[in-house]
């Protein structure tokens, strides 16, 4: 699979300024492009590029380098976690709690385009983590991206809407955020 980068980051823009816009233009994409590999694992990499990059512009390339990388990767593994277990709640938490069958298909859409406002904050903290504080605040934007997701794309009624959005919402957020902390804490005891 070719991944078209201008596409690709036009696409994260667009979720980030215009996301019921862009939730149309996904749900009426045909064929649908398969948007782990175009848009979710690309932007993972990206972002694990980036705590990288950050790392080694900050501390140097010489001794920096294998710390930056692990730190990278654990950023990375998070993020793919979280995804995957985004979907399995979703899927386990759906017909139980909120009485509704998803379609998987657009279900993995939802899950995978919402993590853009993580992705774009994950590449903005990881270059320059003096701007952590934008992180913190802006993160809770998922929310919105999800509940304007969910309308458009498995046309979820208001009732049921902000449960939904704020399952998948703290799923997206709080698992790389869990993960991170248990690798900084394994390293701290194995460092």
């Known amino acids: 699979v070719k991944v078209d980068f201008k596409k690709l980051f036009l696409r994260l823009w667009r979720l980030l300024v215009s996301p019921r816009q862009e939730w149309e233009a996904i749900r009426e994409e045909s064929p649908r492009p398969d948007m782990l590999m175009t848009f ?33 990767v654990v950023a990375s593994l998070g993020l793919v976690v979280a995804f995957y277990l985004s979907m399995a709640v979703v899927g386990w ?7 509704m069958e998803t379609d998987r298909r657009d279900t993995t859409l939802l899950v995978g385009y ?3 406002v993580v992705f774009a904050l994950t590449l903005l903290v990881g270059l320059f983590p003096a701007w952590v504080m934008f992180k913190w605040v802006l993160q809770f934007y998922v929310v ?3 509940w304007v997701g969910a309308d458009v794309m498995l046309q979820i ?6 449960t939904f959005s704020l399952m998948v919402s703290a799923v997206i957020l709080l698992v790389p955020f869990i993960i991170q902390t248990i690798f900084n804490k ?6």
């Not at 950050?54 to 294998?66: I, K, N, Q, V």
Request: glycine content about 12%.
């Open 40 to 72: 979710f694992f690309p932007l993972t990499c990206c972002c694990g590029l980036a705590v990288l990059l950050g790392r080694l512009l900050r501390e140097g390339f010489g001794s920096a380098f294998m710390s930056g990388f692990a730190e990278a």
């Open 93 to 99: 938490a759906a017909p139980r709690y909120l009485h």
């Open 157 to 162: 009624g208001e009732d049921r809407r902000m």
């Open 114 to 116: 919402s993590f853009a």
């Open 186 to 191: 394994l390293s701290l005891a194995f460092g």
């Open 144 to 146: 919105y991206v999800v």
